[in-house]
C-alpha cells in the first residue's frame, strides 16, 4: 500500500469516528471529541466555564466528569465494532452513506470513583474493554487532566451490546 492510500484510509478513517461520536448533542454541548492512533482512542473534555460545578475552588462539577468516563466507554465499544469492520475491508464512506455506523452500546450499570477534583483545564480519557461479549461488555475507564499516572476519576461499567455486539 503506498503513503497515498495509507493517508486516503486515515483520511477515511477520522471522518468515521468523526460522525460516529457528533451524533450525541449532549456530547457537542460538554465539548468531547476523541483523538484516535490506530484502534486506540483518548476522548478529551474541552474545558469551558458553564462545566464549572464549585465555583468556590474551582472544580468541574461531577457529573461531566462521570459523562466523560461514561461517553469515552460507550465510544470505544463502538469504536472497536467499526474498526472490525474497515479491517475486514469494508469502506467507512460507504457504511456512512448507507448509515450504517455502529448504534452506541445502552449502559447497564456505571460504578465512578472520583479521586480528586477535576481543575478548571482541559480533561482526557482512556477506555479499555476488559471483557466484549456478544451481549455485554465490561469496561474500564480513566480521566486524568496534567498526568495519566494522577486520575481524577476511574469508572467500571456494563454495557448491553446493540444488536447482539
Given amino acids: ?83 472490525r469492520r474497515m479491517e475486514a475491508g469494508e469502506d467507512p464512506t460507504a457504511m456512512m452513506r448507507r448509515g450504517q455506523l455502529p ?13 480528586r477534583s477535576g481543575r478548571p483545564r482541559d480533561t482526557y480519557a482512556r477506555a479499555t474493554v476488559c471483557k466484549a461479549g456478544r451481549r455485554v461488555a465490561n469496561v474500564r475507564v480513566e480521566a486524568w487532566q496534567d498526568s495519566r499516572d494522577r486520575p481524577i476519576a476511574a469508572a467500571h461499567g456494563h454495557f448491553l451490546m446493540p444488536d447482539g455486539g
Fill in 1 to 83: 500500500m503506498n503513503a497515498a492510500a495509507t493517508q486516503e484510509e486515515k483520511t477515511l478513517r477520522d471522518a468515521a469516528l468523526e460522525r460516529l461520536t457528533q451524533t450525541s448533542p449532549y456530547h457537542r454541548f460538554i465539548g468531547v471529541s476523541f483523538q484516535r492512533m490506530g484502534d486506540e482512542l483518548t476522548g478529551r473534555l474541552a474545558y469551558s466555564e458553564h462545566l464549572i460545578g464549585n465555583p468556590a475552588i474551582p472544580a468541574l462539577h461531577g457529573g461531566v466528569t462521570g459523562a466523560l468516563l461514561e461517553i469515552t466507554a460507550l465510544t470505544q465499544l463502538a469504536w472497536d465494532q467499526l474498526w
Fill in 103 to 115: 448504534k452506541l452500546p445502552k449502559t447497564i450499570d456505571i460504578t465512578i470513583d472520583y479521586l
